[in-house]
């Protein structure tokens, strides 16, 4: 009489690692494309394996630890929560306090000077160029309120051209994270009538490094400004 073989079955712990990242790969294929930051990213491959060790310390022979990894678990979620806000105020709270507007405000740019703090705390970080970028657009706009604020001084040539060799500088430096730096490229060399080679090259990047982006395409846009 043959004896009957039982199907394999999975412990707790490796069927919670099996399905949990089964969850967590769509969002792995979907953030390394959209740029994700690294440590988000490592967060969701440890994930996992964090809530199967966490049954394991539960129900295992290291229950007497059970406080400790409960305390280190508590410290895991509120530092990756910290990170992920880091920098941002809710609109709410940043109107309460009356808070400088966000980036692409010229109280930002001049009342403030952002650039100018960016460049000494941060000198040739490739979003110290965009801002720096972002604030020649308004010093060459020819808009006299803009053009003739002290904060334009500092840049010995205030045209297109200027603007554009700022976001060069900060392309060479390969942001592969910061989409603004390539979108404003593209922007910048259609308001400045490069050619359609250039263009067309600059937004075959912008894709390839960002296919999930949400932006309109800058192809699509007739007026070839420089969004800020």
């Not at 009957?4 to 967590?24: D, F, N, S, T």
């Not at 880091?86 to 109107?95: L, Q």
Request: glycine content about 8%; hydrophobic content about 45%; proline content about 10%.
């Amino acid at each position: 009489m043959s004896r009957r073989v039982r199907p394999v079955r999975w412990p707790v712990e490796g069927r919670i690692v099996r399905w949990g990242y089964l969850l967590v790969l769509p969002l792995l294929t979907y953030g390394y494309p959209a740029g994700w930051p690294a440590w988000l990213l490592v967060l969701c491959l440890q994930l996992p394996v964090v809530v199967a060790w966490s049954v394991w310390v539960w129900r295992g022979p290291w229950q007497r630890f059970r406080m400790l990894w409960g305390v280190a678990v508590v410290l895991l979620i509120s530092g990756s929560w910290e990170l992920w806000t880091a920098g941002r105020i809710p609109r709410s709270v940043a109107e309460s306090l009356q808070l400088p507007p966000g980036p692409g405000e010229p109280n930002l740019y001049f009342e403030y000077d952002f650039p100018a703090v960016g460049s000494v705390l941060f000198p040739g970080l490739a979003e110290v160029l965009l801002v720096q970028a972002v604030q020649l657009n308004y010093c060459s706009s020819g808009v006299p309120e803009f053009s003739k604020h002290p904060v334009c001084l500092k840049y010995p040539v205030r045209n297109p051209g200027a603007v554009r060799e700022a976001l060069e500088s900060a392309l060479r430096q390969q942001p592969k994270t910061n989409e603004d730096v390539y979108y404003s490229y593209i922007e910048v060399l259609r308001g400045t009538g490069a050619a359609d080679s250039e263009v067309e090259a600059a937004c075959a990047q912008w894709r390839r490094l960002f296919p999930l982006s949400d932006r309109p395409d800058p192809l699509a846009v007739t007026d070839g400004s420089f969004r800020r």
